[in-house]
């Protein structure tokens, strides 16, 4: 796939599991090479986009990921990674990483897999009832990017990470962008030592993307930056972008919705989830799978 091929392509997305929509008028562009970051709070539909990409929801709309339909052609080639693994029995099972390694196929990809392992440093010989959470975190990320990916969607996965080892892994997934094409999203609320890594910012906002934006030409981030330096702040301005971004958010919410008189807080469509699920029950409860 050339660089000026599109990876993702989403238009005018609108998606709900029976009541509210979670996603509304949503749109997506990204050509081959992108790392796009999606910035959103809580609840806002950053996870059922990267399901939908995945092939994970069935959607009326044109959703279309390395030149095929999301879910009708389930085109190869595409990795989704969550925080639901971590619910996976087997990964607290006494077993081996190596045994999970071989029965993955890790022979196929002989250097792949000594390089992830050399980033992620993950040992062989662990066995999964005795590690840390992080730990388990590694491995997942080892097993999960194996198959050389062209799209990959990420949501969450590096949360249990320290310090050190997000950052080498961050590192190899810009790598991989830039020597093989690949395309990445990342949905994540950790922006600290991710400055220089994006290509895309996506805002995204009550299930559709108020703007995407592309690093080498963001005003908006710059104004920011200079503010930085003239304050001598040390605090990361893409941080500061970001929860300008959430608090704006915040307060539009405030303004537009109504007040649930039994919390105090703004009434959403996650409420509306809550409240119909004897209605929408079996709907509603795909939603978390």
Not at 12 to 38: E, M, Q, V
Not at 231 to 245: E, I, N, T
Not at 257 to 267: C, N, Q, R, W
Request: neutral net charge; aromatic residues 8%.
């Amino acid at each position: 796939m050339s660089s000026n091929q599109e990876s993702v392509a989403v238009n005018k997305l609108n998606y709900g599991y029976g009541g509210p929509l979670i996603l509304k008028d949503l749109s997506l562009h990204l050509t081959a090479g992108s790392r796009c970051i999606l910035v959103g709070a809580n609840g806002t539909g950053k996870t059922t986009l990267l399901r939908i990409l995945a092939g994970k929801r069935m959607v009326e709309g044109d959703v279309r990921v390395l030149g095929k339909s999301a879910f009708i052609d389930g085109p190869a080639n595409v990795t989704y990674l969550g925080t639901e693994w971590a619910n996976n029995p087997v990964v607290r099972a006494d077993l081996t990483v190596e045994y999970l390694l071989k029965s993955m196929g890790s022979n196929r990809w002989p250097e792949r897999t000594k390089t992830l392992l050399d980033v992620l440093e993950v040992d062989t010989t662990w066995r999964l009832h005795q590690v840390s959470d992080g730990q388990r975190r590694r491995v997942q990320l080892v097993m999960g990017l194996l198959h050389p990916w062209k799209l990959l969607l990420l949501d969450e996965v590096t949360v249990d990470l320290d310090v050190w080892i997000r950052a080498e892994f961050l590192s190899f997934l810009k790598r991989e962008t830039e020597e093989r094409g690949a395309t990445i999203i990342y949905a994540t609320h950790i922006f600290d030592g991710l400055g220089e890594w994006p290509t895309h910012l996506a805002h995204v906002n009550e299930g559709t993307i108020l703007s995407l934006n592309q690093m080498n030409d963001f005003k908006e981030l710059e104004e920011i930056k200079a503010y930085y330096r003239e304050h001598q702040l040390l605090d990361s301005p893409l941080m500061g972008l970001c929860y300008r971004w959430l608090r704006q958010d915040k307060m539009v919410r405030k303004s537009e919705l109504p007040i649930d008189p039994a919390t105090g807080l703004p009434h959403t469509r996650w409420d509306d989830l809550s409240e119909e699920m004897k209605k929408y029950g079996d709907k509603y409860y795909n939603y978390w799978k």
